[in-house]
């Protein structure tokens, strides 16, 4: 196994406290993010494979079979929006999607984290075969894009705005380091870093190079990843040009559909604000668009600002992160209410029942969240990153690791389930990929500090100021807030420990080797940090109190006014039919009825459930017409309200994340 350490690109300017995240080999997940980890190894990195194989997406990228080819759908108005949409929107004659590429990226990453988790040589025998296929497909000049090679030769560098070029070679970069570390095989690594070559003698601010972009952001934060596991600085340079070069005049975009005889103004989405090109990155200031694509921009350049402590782009993130929190987000984690834009709208636009919230979109926001904290531990970010994987994100996959959502609502009538597919399947290898590769999230190193992100039972093992450290953590969390961390050091080592204390968590304690430190003190930006000198046998505890909440959103968002939303600890809860009957929004719950919260072990993989007494309308009375001059009769009622990633595992029926309050 390889493991290696993340190394900065020789040769940026490295800010002194850049934390970057530990590979997945030198975090070993149990407990709660274990078994989602198992679900992903032993069921959804296979199915990926079977799914991406029945889609015919195998024929596309072997070079020894005939093409699958083009069919240009026959309602497309212009060349330039079939173009523009690939085969996506066809009858059942058109097989091939433009970015399959990327599906197989995702889906050798998933598989590359879940062979680390655990050994299943028929799957790796798969993918190994798929990647010898890239190193046949691959031209000599370095060149890799089945879509282009195959399909639609000669058109290459033609259309970066709609035809996710750079993208498909960001997520085949991010599939090759994943193999890489897991695996310790190196051929994806070495044919991403010939077409990670090619692309940087094409495109840069050197005479003769082109000066695009990707129309879908990936290969920016793809780059910096690559650049940290090769040392390599071009990477990190080209990411950065990727990032500088967006929205700037005279746009590419519109120069580029000139030079193929489009009109620019002919665009499908009408507004670069779609792609988020319609400014300079630094300009921006509102999250605008189709929502992961803002996500992957956000984290490339959160990457970028962390290896050049570039401030300039931390001030337009930070600006870019307000916007997003306080006018456009979930209070799953979820984001992008629209189907129409897969993204946003207006502010404070967050309807329940028929938000988009696509779970690729929630995975974006965990990536970008795990990036601000590059640039140092800051609660404000973990809390989200925390709040985005525990809710909206793994709400996508079903808890055997089979079934997915690729829309979050917060509201259903009973209509909404989970699928085995989706003719765009973007989600399905992203949310696995990325429970696979939950150990990476967890902490933050930096030369002398280690920051602890997330809590959950795990070993950690990493090096630091020349010394090998192991760091277990013991609990039963998100359900029990008692956390043990023993710090084993190989010989005694001083660094500083920065230990996250959530913003929802209203009483924490901290002991080391027994004796109670002051929290407050310690704390800044919301991480206590404990500096000294480790010693093998250390132990800290932290008790943080999973503190149940109601919560209630602005009142500008005019789907949530009065009504109230239940959390515990980082978890938003929903009802749910089979448990509360039908009729959901018949229930209400007083301000004044007490919570409690129950540990069920049988229940949905064992959860800790949370229940009251509300009161219900009832139906039974009220006749056949439609409208009275006096309220419907209540009745009580026990209301029983289950974690939201959960939802859809049971009995099919109603889901309701917002209760009336009354
Ligand atoms: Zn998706």
Same mark, same amino acid.
């Given at each position: 196994?390889?493991?290696?350490?993340?190394?900065?690109?020789?040769?940026?300017?490295?800010?002194?406290?850049?934390?970057?995240?530990?590979?997945?080999?030198? #975090?070993?997940?149990?407990?709660?993010?274990?078994?989602? #980890?198992?679900?992903?190894?032993?069921?959804?990195?296979?199915?990926?494979?079977?799914?991406?194989?029945?889609?015919?997406?195998?024929?596309?990228?072997?070079?020894?079979?005939?093409?699958?080819?083009?069919?240009?759908?026959?309602?497309?108005?212009?060349?330039?929006?079939?173009?523009?949409?690939?085969?996506?929107?066809?009858?059942?004659?058109?097989?091939?999607?433009?970015?399959?590429?990327?599906?197989?990226?995702?889906?050798?990453?998933?598989?590359?984290?879940?062979?680390?988790?655990?050994?299943?040589?028929?799957?790796?025998?798969?993918?190994?075969?798929?990647?010898?296929?890239? =190193?046949?497909?691959?031209?000599?000049?370095?060149?890799?894009?089945?879509?282009?090679?195959?399909?639609?030769?000669?058109?290459?560098?033609?259309?970066?705005?709609?035809?996710?070029?750079?993208?498909?070679?960001?997520?085949?970069?991010?599939?090759? #380091?994943?193999?890489?570390?897991?695996?310790?095989?190196?051929?994806?690594?070495?044919?991403?870093?010939?077409?990670?070559?090619?692309?940087?003698?094409?495109?840069?601010?050197?005479?003769?190079?082109?000066? $695009?972009?990707?129309?879908?952001?990936?290969?920016?934060?793809?780059?910096?990843?690559?650049?940290?596991?090769?040392?390599?600085?071009?990477?990190?340079?080209?990411?950065?040009?990727?990032?500088?070069?967006?929205?700037?005049?005279?746009?590419?975009?519109?120069?580029?559909?000139?030079?193929?005889?489009?009109?620019?103004?002919?665009?499908?989405?009408?507004?670069?604000?779609?792609?988020?090109?319609?400014?300079?990155?630094?300009?921006?200031?509102?999250?605008?668009?189709?929502?992961?694509?803002?996500?992957?921009?956000?984290?490339?350049?959160?990457?970028?600002?962390?290896?050049? $402590?570039?401030?300039?782009?931390?001030?337009?993130?930070?600006?870019?992160?307000?916007?997003?929190?306080?006018?456009?987000?979930?209070?799953?984690?979820?984001?992008?209410?629209?189907?129409?834009?897969?993204?946003?709208?207006?502010?404070?636009?967050?309807?329940?029942?028929?938000?988009?919230?696509?779970?690729?979109?929630?995975? $974006?926001?965990?990536?970008?969240?795990?990036?601000?904290?590059?640039?140092?531990?800051?609660?404000?970010?973990?809390?989200?990153?925390?709040?985005?994987?525990?809710?909206?994100?793994?709400?996508?996959?079903?808890?055997?690791?089979?079934?997915?959502?690729?829309?979050?609502?917060?509201?259903?009538?009973?209509?909404?389930?989970?699928?085995?597919?989706?003719?765009?399947?973007?989600?399905?290898?992203?949310?696995?990929?990325? #429970?696979?590769?939950?150990?990476?999230?967890?902490?933050?190193?930096?030369?002398?500090?280690?920051?602890?992100?997330?809590?959950?039972?795990?070993?950690?093992?990493?090096?630091?100021?020349?010394?090998?450290?192991?760091?277990?953590?013991?609990?039963?969390?998100?359900?029990?807030?008692?956390?043990?961390?023993?710090? =084993?050091?190989?010989?005694?080592?001083?660094?500083?420990?920065?230990?996250?204390?959530?913003?929802?968590?209203?009483?924490?304690?901290?002991?080391?080797?027994?004796?109670?430190?002051?929290?407050?003190?310690?704390?800044?930006?919301?991480?206590?940090?404990?500096?000294?000198?480790?010693?093998?046998?250390?132990?800290?505890?932290?008790?943080?109190?999973?503190?149940?909440?109601?919560?209630?959103?602005?009142?500008?968002?005019?789907?949530?006014?009065?009504?109230?939303?239940?959390?515990?600890?980082?978890?938003?809860?929903?009802?749910?039919?089979?448990?509360?009957?039908? =009729?959901?929004?018949?229930?209400?719950?007083?301000?004044?009825?007490?919570?409690?919260?129950?540990?069920?072990?049988?229940?949905?993989?064992?959860?800790?459930?949370?229940?009251?007494? $509300?009161?219900?309308?009832?139906?039974?009375?009220?006749?056949?017409?439609?409208?009275?001059?006096?309220?419907?009769?209540?009745?009580?009622?026990?209301?029983?309200?289950?974690?939201?990633?959960?939802?859809?595992?049971?009995?099919?029926?109603?889901?309701?994340?917002?209760?009336?309050?009354?």
């Amino acid at each position: 196994m390889t493991a290696s350490q993340p190394a900065a690109a020789t040769g940026t300017a490295k800010p002194k406290l850049a934390f970057r995240p530990l590979p997945v080999p030198q #975090v070993d997940v149990r407990g709660f993010w274990g078994d989602r #980890v198992d679900a992903v190894a032993a069921k959804t990195a296979g199915i990926l494979y079977d799914r991406c194989v029945e889609a015919r997406m195998l024929e596309q990228i072997d070079p020894d079979r005939p093409s699958p080819g083009l069919v240009i759908p026959f309602h497309s108005p212009s060349p330039d929006e079939a173009n523009a949409q690939g085969a996506e929107f066809t009858g059942s004659t058109v097989t091939t999607q433009m970015f399959w590429d990327s599906d197989w990226g995702k889906t050798i990453e998933t598989a590359a984290y879940s062979l680390y988790r655990r050994r299943n040589p028929d799957l790796e025998k798969k993918i190994d075969a798929v990647i010898d296929m890239y =190193g046949k497909l691959q031209q000599p000049d370095g060149y890799l894009s089945s879509w282009y090679q195959r399909i639609q030769p000669g058109l290459r560098w033609t259309n970066l705005r709609d035809c996710h070029e750079l993208y498909c070679a960001g997520h085949l970069i991010e599939g090759a #380091v994943a193999y890489y570390q897991a695996t310790g095989k190196r051929k994806l690594l070495d044919i991403m870093s010939r077409y990670a070559d090619h692309i940087a003698s094409r495109f840069g601010p050197e005479p003769g190079k082109r000066k $695009g972009y990707c129309g879908h952001e990936e290969i920016e934060l793809a780059l910096v990843k690559l650049a940290r596991v090769t040392g390599e600085k071009k990477y990190m340079e080209l990411a950065k040009y990727f990032i500088d070069q967006r929205g700037q005049q005279p746009h590419y975009f519109d120069e580029e559909a000139r030079a193929r005889g489009a009109d620019p103004k002919a665009y499908h989405f009408k507004t670069y604000e779609y792609n988020q090109s319609h400014k300079p990155v630094r300009e921006q200031d509102k999250v605008v668009g189709h929502a992961v694509r803002a996500m992957y921009l956000f984290s490339g350049m959160a990457d970028v600002a962390t290896e050049y $402590g570039d401030d300039s782009l931390r001030t337009a993130l930070d600006r870019l992160w307000d916007d997003l929190m306080t006018k456009s987000l979930y209070v799953t984690g979820g984001i992008g209410p629209s189907a129409h834009n897969e993204g946003f709208t207006s502010d404070y636009d967050l309807p329940n029942d028929t938000a988009y919230a696509e779970t690729c979109a929630s995975v $974006g926001l965990v990536f970008w969240a795990s990036r601000m904290l590059g640039m140092g531990p800051n609660t404000r970010y973990a809390d989200m990153m925390e709040r985005a994987l525990y809710n909206g994100s793994i709400s996508g996959l079903s808890l055997d690791g089979s079934l997915f959502f690729y829309e979050n609502p917060l509201e259903s009538r009973g209509g909404h389930h989970r699928w085995k597919w989706h003719r765009c399947p973007c989600c399905p290898p992203n949310i696995g990929r990325m #429970v696979a590769s939950i150990g990476s999230y967890f902490y933050g190193l930096a030369d002398d500090a280690l920051a602890v992100h997330l809590y959950g039972d795990s070993t950690a093992r990493f090096e630091i100021a020349g010394r090998q450290v192991s760091l277990v953590q013991t609990c039963n969390y998100p359900w029990d807030g008692a956390v043990a961390i023993e710090v =084993g050091p190989e010989a005694p080592v001083e660094f500083t420990l920065h230990l996250r204390i959530p913003a929802w968590c209203r009483k924490a304690a901290l002991k080391v080797n027994g004796k109670m430190l002051d929290l407050e003190a310690a704390t800044s930006d919301g991480y206590a940090a404990i500096r000294r000198e480790w010693r093998q046998g250390d132990r800290v505890e932290l008790d943080l109190e999973m503190s149940m909440a109601r919560l209630f959103a602005n009142p500008n968002v005019r789907q949530d006014i009065g009504r109230v939303a239940l959390a515990r600890g980082p978890l938003l809860y929903c009802v749910e039919e089979t448990d509360n009957g039908g =009729g959901l929004h018949r229930i209400a719950l007083p301000r004044t009825a007490r919570l409690e919260a129950h540990k069920e072990p049988n229940l949905l993989g064992g959860v800790v459930t949370l229940s009251a007494i $509300g009161s219900r309308a009832e139906t039974e009375n009220w006749g056949a017409d439609l409208y009275r001059p006096e309220p419907p009769a209540t009745e009580e009622t026990k209301l029983k309200a289950v974690p939201y990633f959960a939802w859809d595992n049971r009995d099919p029926g109603e889901m309701l994340v917002w209760l009336r309050e009354g």
